[in-house]
């Protein structure tokens, strides 16, 4: 049973950094892609950022591209997401997901399993 925990959120002020976490259970990240979604209130899920299975392809959303970083360790089964220049807009609920064999999609609908997010909430 695969099994993924975000970490890492929380509130911070605008121009400030956060690094979020999420530890992934019953499968190797060695061969999963791994994705970074946000879902503001009242509005739809987007994605952020993803990893591939192979760790050599990264893809981000505009919005986040020059400021954030995937990253992951597969000895530690985690995946990082880093953001820096935190906005308000950038308040929303995070989830991570997990893709087997993926190239890191952008379509939520690749992914297999979800976590149950954290939260950001950026201070103006």
């Known amino acids: 049973q695969v099994q993924l925990v975000e970490s890492g959120g929380g509130l911070v002020q605008a121009g400030g950094s956060l690094r979020l976490s999420c530890t992934i259970s019953?499968?190797?990240?060695?061969?999963?892609?791994m994705g970074w979604f946000r879902q503001a209130p009242g509005k739809d899920r987007e994605f952020v950022a993803a990893i591939s299975w192979s760790g050599g392809y990264t893809s981000y959303a505009d919005f986040v591209k020059g400021r954030s970083t995937v990253s992951r360790d597969v000895a530690e089964s985690s995946v990082y997401l880093r953001m820096n220049s935190l906005r308000p807009e950038d308040t929303a609920v995070y989830y991570c997901?997990?893709?087997?064999w993926g190239a890191g999609s952008r379509a939520g609908s690749e992914y297999e399993y979800w976590g149950q997010g954290t939260q950001v909430t950026v201070s103006s």
């Open positions: 019953g499968r190797t990240l060695a061969n999963t892609a």
């Open positions: 997901a997990a893709d087997a």
